[in-house]
């Protein structure tokens, strides 16, 4: 297919996806078009966004791509819809993080590194679908196990687990508690034994939209959080 064209395909493609749309998605609807050709022109796309100075950008985000405004423009974007981005509390946001730093793990594994109960948290998480039932630790009463979904890579602009920011950027980015927390996160890590295996639960629970997720094309507000 000519180059121009795959651009203009895959540009529409993103913009009827309305969610964060895998490169395996866009070669099933080009059929014949290869993998190889497909990234390229992405990222052929994403450098002229960037260099056109235009009201969009194209990100990698949760193993796909979607259109979103930069973020120099979300105060008028928020301003159009009147609306608030989503915030998260430092209790919500301290759990996510031992989450996101630990997955799978376990309530009790983390109420032992925060300090407290942390069930309505957790169920707070899960409503959101920032975090989900992972399955069950091979291990006494078989406790459920949590991890992170794709939602919260898109609430946070990540495009996989490996992009997690390492110990000394989040100390940059983050009040001195929050880096304590994590400081625990990690010393737990590195003196613990392999944990075992946890094993998938056979169906995993319907769980509401995320009041987190980013709109594409409309707004990367939800990427940034307290």
């Given at each position: 297919?000519?180059?121009?064209?795959?651009k203009a395909i895959l540009e529409s493609l993103l913009?009827?996806?309305?969610?964060?749309?895998?490169?395996?998605?866009?070669?099933?609807?080009?059929?014949?078009?290869?993998?190889?050709?497909?990234?390229?022109?992405?990222?052929?796309?994403?450098?002229?966004?960037?260099?056109?100075?235009?009201?969009?950008?194209?990100?990698?985000?949760?193993?796909?791509?979607?259109?979103?405004?930069?973020?120099?423009?979300?105060?008028?974007?928020?301003?159009?819809?009147?609306?608030?981005?989503?915030?998260?509390?430092r209790p919500l946001l301290e759990t996510l993080a031992?989450?996101?730093?630990?997955?799978?793990?376990?309530?009790?594994?983390?109420?032992?590194?925060?300090?407290?109960?942390?069930?309505?948290?957790?169920?707070?998480?899960?409503?959101?679908?920032?975090?989900?039932?992972?399955?069950?630790?091979?291990?006494?009463?078989?406790?459920?196990?949590?991890?992170?979904?794709?939602?919260?890579?898109?609430?946070?602009?990540?495009?996989?687990?490996?992009?997690?920011?390492?110990?000394?950027?989040?100390?940059?980015?983050?009040?001195?508690?929050?880096?304590?927390?994590?400081?625990?996160?990690?010393?737990?890590?590195?003196?613990?034994?392999?944990?075992?295996?946890?094993e998938p639960l056979d169906s995993a629970p319907a769980?509401?939209?995320?009041?987190?997720?980013?709109?594409?094309?409309?707004?990367?507000?939800?990427?940034?959080?307290?």
């Amino acid at each position: 297919m000519e180059e121009e064209r795959l651009k203009a395909i895959l540009e529409s493609l993103l913009f009827a996806a309305g969610e964060t749309l895998p490169v395996a998605r866009m070669q099933a609807v080009l059929e014949n078009v290869p993998r190889d050709e497909i990234k390229q022109a992405l990222a052929d796309l994403t450098l002229s966004y960037v260099n056109g100075s235009r009201g969009i950008v194209l990100e990698e985000v949760a193993g796909g791509y979607q259109l979103r405004t930069p973020r120099e423009h979300s105060y008028y974007v928020r301003k159009l819809l009147a609306a608030k981005p989503p915030r998260l509390s430092r209790p919500l946001l301290e759990t996510l993080a031992i989450v996101a730093y630990r997955q799978p793990i376990t309530r009790p594994e983390i109420e032992q590194l925060r300090g407290v109960d942390s069930g309505g948290v957790i169920d707070t998480l899960l409503e959101r679908r920032l975090i989900r039932v992972a399955g069950r630790k091979d291990a006494p009463g078989r406790p459920m196990v949590y991890s992170t979904t794709p939602e919260f890579l898109e609430v946070f602009s990540l495009k996989d687990l490996s992009s997690l920011p390492d110990l000394e950027e989040f100390r940059a980015l983050q009040p001195a508690e929050e880096v304590a927390v994590i400081e625990a996160v990690e010393g737990e890590a590195a003196e613990s034994q392999p944990e075992p295996s946890a094993e998938p639960l056979d169906s995993a629970p319907a769980e509401p939209d995320a009041p987190g997720a980013s709109d594409p094309a409309r707004s990367d507000d939800s990427s940034s959080h307290d």
